[in-house]
């Protein structure tokens, strides 16, 4: 049996949790003082996901850069890929919080959406 050891990022509390697994199968969870807890670690040990934030560079605006996000958490394993996605891209202004900035980035399926409002100047 394995163990791993996580700090957990579900809520606020930061618990130690500590993750049994047997055959790549999640078989306890425990140091958790909450759900989010058990949902988080046994997501991190067998499909761990991230969202992605970062900013791109918007032309005509009142602004130099657009932060940006990805709309929902993304495998781990594509944030290099993403991030290479989103230093490639420029856009004009104007632009609003929820724009999609990349459709369907690295093939996860997830967009890349607007944090901000950016006016256009000029």
Do not use: F, H
């Not at 670690?41 to 996000?69: C, D, F, H, Q, Y």
């Amino acid at each position: 049996m394995d163990i791993k050891e996580l700090t957990c990022i579900g809520c606020p509390m930061g618990c130690l949790l500590t993750v049994k697994i047997q055959d790549g199968i999640v078989q306890k969870v425990s140091g958790n003082n909450c759900a989010n807890g058990d949902v988080y670690a046994r997501k991190e040990v067998t499909n761990p996901t991230r969202i992605v934030t970062s900013t791109v560079v918007i032309k005509n605006g009142n602004k130099p850069r657009l932060s940006v996000k990805t709309k929902s958490d993304i495998p781990k394993d594509k944030i290099m890929e993403v991030m290479e996605k989103i230093n490639d891209t420029v856009v004009n202004a104007p632009k609003n919080i929820g724009d999609v900035i990349i459709n369907n980035v690295a093939d996860t399926g997830v967009d890349v959406i607007a944090t901000k409002n950016i006016k256009r100047v000029g």
